[in-house]
Structures are given as structure tokens and as C-alpha cells.
């Protein structure tokens, strides 16, 4: 499986991004959870959200929760996340994950490249 991570870019304090992460290769039958996380730089690694195989279920981190919105398009193999009043702690790049949905970045077998997105104050 692999995973092409898009949509990063440099927004002011309170703006919008939406990223996306196409998914490809033997994702077959199976939908796979799928999260976000991002690293900051000189920080380590930490999740943002998350949603279910069948998109039913959805996890956020405290920090993003009300801001973020994961969604999931089966048909394209593809998952969103919206993120609006976007503060400059969001400052990261971001990575999309496949694997069994979880908050712990073990929970994910396949991972995309990142994108990097970056909040002005």
C-alpha cells in the first residue's frame, strides 16, 4: 500500500487546509483505518486523528478537536482531513497512516511521505 499525502501549504492563523491521502497498490477489499499525525520540528511524532475502516468511528487529540475533521471516500481510496482555525502550533508536517485505527503510531503499517503545512501568526 502506499500513500501519496497532499494538500499542505502555508496559511495565516484562523485559515483553512484540507489535506488529502490517496491511498494505492493492494489496498484490495480491505479499508484500512487510516490516521494523521504530524512531528514539529524538534518534537516528537504525535497523533492527530483517526477513522475507521468503514468511516463509522473517528478520534481526535484533544488539541485539534472541534478544529479537525477526518472523513474517509472508500470509492477513491482517499481520506481528508479538514482543518480550519488553524493556530501556529499546528505548524507540522503532517503523515497519513494506514493500519488498525488507534491514537499510537505502532496501531499503523503503511505510511505516506508528509506534507508540510505551516501557520503564521
Known amino acids: 500500500v502506499q500513500l501519496q499525502a497532499s494538500g499542505g501549504g502555508l496559511v495565516q492563523t484562523g485559515g483553512s487546509l484540507r489535506l488529502s491521502c490517496a491511498a494505492s497498490?493492494?489496498?484490495?477489499?480491505?479499508?484500512?483505518?487510516m490516521g494523521w499525525f504530524r512531528q514539529a520540528p524538534g518534537k516528537e511524532r504525535e497523533f492527530v486523528a483517526a477513522?475507521?475502516?468503514?468511516?463509522?468511528?473517528?478520534y481526535y487529540a484533544d488539541s485539534v478537536k472541534g478544529r479537525f475533521t477526518i472523513s474517509r471516500d472508500n470509492a477513491k481510496n482517499t481520506i481528508y482531513l479538514q482543518m480550519n482555525s488553524l493556530k501556529p502550533e499546528d505548524t507540522a508536517v503532517y503523515y497519513c497512516?494506514?493500519?488498525?485505527?488507534?491514537?499510537?503510531?505502532?496501531?499503523?503499517?503503511?505510511w505516506g511521505q508528509g506534507t508540510l503545512v505551516t501557520v503564521s501568526s
Open positions: 497512516a494506514a493500519g488498525i485505527t488507534g491514537r499510537r503510531a505502532e496501531a499503523y503499517d503503511y
Open positions: 497498490g493492494r489496498t484490495g477489499s480491505r479499508y484500512y483505518g
Open positions: 477513522i475507521a475502516g468503514s468511516g463509522g468511528n473517528t
